[in-house]
T-cell receptor, first 111, second 113 residues
Framework: NAGVTQTPKFRVLKTGQSMTLLCAQD?????MYWYRQDPGMGLRLIHY???????AKGEVPDGYNVSRLKKQNFLLGLESAAPSQTSVYFC??????????FGEGSRLTVL | GEDVEQSLFLSVREGDSSVINCTYT??????LYWYKQEPGAGLQLLTY?????DMKQDQRLTVLLNKKDKHLSLRIADTQTGDSAIYFC?????????????FGRGTSLIVHP
């Protein structure tokens, strides 16, 4: 099983550029999440989805958009990247109240 | 204040026991988790405890839950250098039918010889 796969793993952007991070899970999980991890800040929830076609804002949604057109995929978009969005992004999925399965992370640098 | 709080650093000697502490604020939390993150990797579930339990033991790991004080701890017996990692406490509660996990900032465990 691949579990949760994130692409790309590394990306460098210039301020103002746009990009999309893709998260794919093959476990038929309903819930999917995007977190960002910054030193000393732990994991902060950006957006989440409780099922295909639904999305909701988390703790730090500004500057990001998401889509869940297919149950297995959860996309995170940055329309106009800013240096403050330099971070490591983690996607996770789960079934109900069970264990969260994480991807390996996507390291984004915005110059 | 933060929903889940934990100290940022813990340093122990190899072979000693490590105790990582966590406090949470939401009394309706139904599941409490410990995740481990090794350098350059994602988080992996280490262990979890239901809110109706006081203790859970799994090999070298012991989780203690004090619901009255909303305090969770993770004890690692005979700590090894391979246990060096960041440990995250997390709680999960139902919110409008969905489960939103909330994480602490993570405790960096440093194991030295």
């Amino acid at each position: 099983n691949a579990g949760v796969t994130q692409t790309p793993k590394f990306r460098v952007l210039k301020t103002g550029q746009s990009m999309t991070l893709l998260c794919a899970q093959d476990m038929n999980h309903e819930y999917m999440y995007w977190y960002r991890q910054d030193p000393g800040m732990g994991l902060r929830l950006i957006h989440y989805s409780v099922g295909e076609g639904t999305t909701a804002k988390g703790e730090v949604p500004d500057g990001y958009n998401v889509s869940r057109l297919k149950k297995q995929n959860f996309l995170l978009g940055l329309e106009s990247a800013a240096p403050s969005q330099t971070s490591v992004y983690f996607c996770a999925s789960k079934v109900g109240s069970g264990e969260l399965f994480f991807g390996e992370g996507s390291r984004l640098t915005v110059l | 204040g933060e929903d889940v709080e934990q100290s940022l650093f813990l340093s122990v000697r190899e072979g000693d026991s490590s105790v990582i502490n966590c406090t949470y604020t939401d009394s309706s939390s139904t599941y409490l988790y410990w995740y481990k993150q090794e350098p350059g990797a994602g988080l992996q579930l280490l262990t979890y405890i239901f809110s109706n339990m006081d203790m859970k033991q799994d090999q070298r790991l012991t989780v203690l839950l004090n619901k009255k004080d909303k305090h969770l701890s993770l004890r690692i017996a005979d700590t090894q250098t391979g246990d060096s990692a960041i440990y995250f406490c997390a709680e999960s509660q139902a919110s409008g039918g969905s489960y939103i996990p909330t994480f602490g900032r993570g405790t960096s465990l440093i194991v030295h010889p």
